[in-house]
């Protein structure tokens, strides 16, 4: 059997600078540097060894739908909300309902938002 672990997210992105900024502010990701290439691609840390690359992508058209989404689990939950909240992020659950979290059938509470792109990303309490 072959074995796998993350690397790393890659998203088209129509302004680099402003997703970069945006994935900084919400999740305080460091940026990295890039060294596949000497292009406008930025790279963050998501922590671990895994990486989000960000891809200058002005002129594409990425169709998005909530189950096309990445998901980041954190112990502090709730004090993530709030920071939502100071952010002026909304966020939603799975049924889309503003300002409000869903808890699972198997007790883990999730909620959705979006990036400047419109990538749906899921953050939960299913921290490991």
């Known amino acids: 059997m072959r074995t796998f672990l993350f690397n790393h997210i890659a998203l088209s992105v129509k302004d680099v ?3 970069f900024e945006f994935y900084q502010r919400v999740f305080q990701f460091r940026e990295i540097k890039n060294t596949a290439s000497d292009s406008k691609t930025r790279w963050l840390s998501i922590g671990e060894g895994k990486q989000l690359h960000l ?3 002005p002129n594409s ?3 998005i739908n ?5 998901a980041l ?3 502090d939950f709730n004090s993530f909300i709030g920071s939502l909240k100071e952010l002026g992020i909304s966020y ?4 889309d309902t503003p300002n409000k979290d869903y ?3 198997d007790g883990i509470k999730q909620v959705y938002f979006k990036d400047p792109d419109g990538y749906w990303i899921e953050i939960n309490d299913d921290y490991q």
């Open 55 to 57: 891809i200058p992508r």
């Open 103 to 105: 808890i699972r059938k």
């Open 17 to 19: 600078d402003e997703s």
């Open 66 to 70: 909530k189950a096309v989404h990445f």
């Open 61 to 63: 058209e990425v169709k």
């Open 92 to 95: 939603s659950d799975w049924l």
């Open 73 to 75: 689990s954190t112990p």
